[in-house]
């Protein structure tokens, strides 16, 4: 799919307070991109047969309708008190959280989301919706945890899959777009002996595999090192869990960027323990690429 040019940042509230700090990303982010921003609060409750409206005697303002939209009214206040020149719209969308996102992404640049919240995203790190909106969304998807640093490099996870070049792609560009430096790791362990008295891993030439896991790394940033000349980029090349690897680039970077599914050490990325780590004890906004496009 192609992202038309007026495409906006999309960010899912629910009244949480991880919620609004991933309206506040999504705001420097559609800052970033000159783009607008769309607020969108997935309501689920029309499918479950629940009234919607206030009870007889209570406030007006009462009600799960009605809360529903100050959600998005209080996250739009809050980008508009950031941003008052960004174009910024708010709307309530009747469906589950995750259907209803993967169909906003359809037409985003970026779609921006807290890393736990309350109600339709309850559970958004643990459970499903963050996990389904990432594999199945056709723009990238960033998942936010707390405030989100302007300062230190983009740090993207390398393996030389398809989606590991479409993420050092959208990594080079956030580098160019934010004035940052990048930092391309590629983590690689010694293949897991598979039975009793297997010594696999004693018969690698440490040197020589190294070396072929730098060859791995250079060629994979080749390309866009030439295109981008003007982002210094320095390499890691690291013997060790991609996840810890991640983890620990995460705690100087403004942004962590991967590809949604991988091979060799980051493989199964999305659904295993590598972005279960990242998620859980990263320290900057973890940006998972599926498409190419954004």
């Known amino acids: 799919m192609t992202i038309t040019a007026g495409a906006p940042?999309?960010?899912?509230?629910?009244?949480?307070?991880a919620a609004l700090d991933a309206v506040r990303v999504a705001v420097r982010e559609a800052e970033y991109r000159q783009r607008p921003l769309r607020v969108v609060h997935a309501?689920?409750?029309p499918?479950?047969?629940?009234?919607?409206?206030?009870?007889?005697?209570a406030p007006v303002t009462a009600g799960l309708r009605n809360q529903a939209e100050q959600y998005v009214t209080e996250a739009v206040e809050q980008a508009r008190k950031i941003a008052p020149d960004l174009r910024i719209t708010g709307v309530v969308v009747d469906g589950a959280p995750t259907p209803v996102l993967?169909?906003?992404?359809?037409?985003?640049v970026l779609t921006v989301l807290g890393h736990r919240g309350l109600g339709g995203f309850a559970g958004l790190l643990l459970g499903s919706v963050t996990v389904q909106v990432a594999a199945r969304a056709q723009s990238p998807v960033m998942v936010v945890r707390g405030e989100a640093r302007?300062?230190?490099?983009?740090?993207?996870?390398?393996?030389?899959?398809?989606l590991s070049t479409k993420a050092v792609?959208?990594?080079?560009?956030?580098?160019?777009?934010?004035d940052a430096s990048l930092v391309a790791v590629h983590a690689w362990?010694?293949?897991t002996p598979v039975g009793p008295g297997d010594i696999l891993p004693l018969v690698y030439d440490l040197d020589a595999a190294e070396g072929e896991e730098e060859r791995t790394l250079a060629e994979s940033i080749a390309g866009f090192a030439d295109r981008y000349p003007q982002v210094p980029v320095r390499h890691r090349v690291v013997r060790g869990s991609p996840g810890r690897v991640l983890v620990e680039a995460s705690?100087?970077?403004?942004?962590?960027?991967?590809?949604a599914h991988g091979r060799g050490a980051f493989g199964g990325l999305l659904l295993g323990s590598v972005s279960h780590a990242v998620l859980h004890h990263g320290h900057s906004p973890l940006v998972i690429v599926r498409h190419g496009d954004g």
């Open 169 to 178: 792609a959208f990594a080079f560009e956030e580098a160019d777009r934010r």
């Open 251 to 259: 705690k100087r970077a403004q942004l962590v960027v991967v590809g």
């Open 189 to 191: 362990l010694f293949p």
């Open 150 to 162: 302007a300062d230190g490099p983009v740090v993207v996870g390398v393996d030389g899959s398809e």
């Open 102 to 108: 993967v169909e906003e992404a359809r037409g985003a």
């Open 47 to 57: 499918l479950t047969g629940a009234p919607l409206t206030p009870v007889p005697g």
């Open 43 to 45: 309501f689920i409750w």
């Open 9 to 17: 940042v999309v960010v899912g509230v629910d009244g949480s307070a």
